[in-house]
Nanobody
Framework: QAQLVESGGGLVQPGGSLRLSCATAGRISSINAMGWYRQAAGKQRELVASITIGGRTNYADSVKGRFTISRDFAKNSVYLQMNSLKPEDTAVYYC?????????WGQGTQVTVSS
């Protein structure tokens, strides 16, 4: 059984928005700092947004001001609101703990930004 399941990806035009969701098994997202990661074709996976238990957030410079990470303890879920999307945001997006736990990598959700 997958521990973390990402959803919400899709094809969107430049300037558009998407909201990614990450449903976590048990209390994974309630007892850990969480992060959203992405991996573009031919590139290494990178952390784009993180949130602590206390709600402090941090963003990669490339998405700062456009992406917002949030969490819902009651739903054991983490979200990534992505606005003003650019073609360079195209990637597979994953959620995981921060720092990441090897056993929690899921299938991810594909985000494609293209006209």
């Amino acid at each position: 059984q997958a521990q973390l399941v990402e959803s919400g990806g899709g094809l969107v035009q430049p300037g558009g928005s998407l909201r990614l969701s990450c449903a976590t098994a048990g209390r994974i997202s309630s007892i850990n700092a969480m992060g959203w990661y992405r991996q573009a074709a031919g590139k290494q996976r990178e952390l784009v947004a993180s949130i602590t238990i206390g709600g402090r957030t941090n963003y990669a410079d490339s998405v700062k001001g456009r992406f917002t990470i949030s969490r819902d303890f009651a739903k054991n879920s983490v979200y990534l609101q992505m606005n003003s999307l650019k073609p360079e945001d195209t990637a597979v997006y994953y959620c995981n703990t921060n720092p990441p736990s090897w056993g929690y990598w899921g299938q991810g959700t594909q985000v494609t930004v293209s006209s």
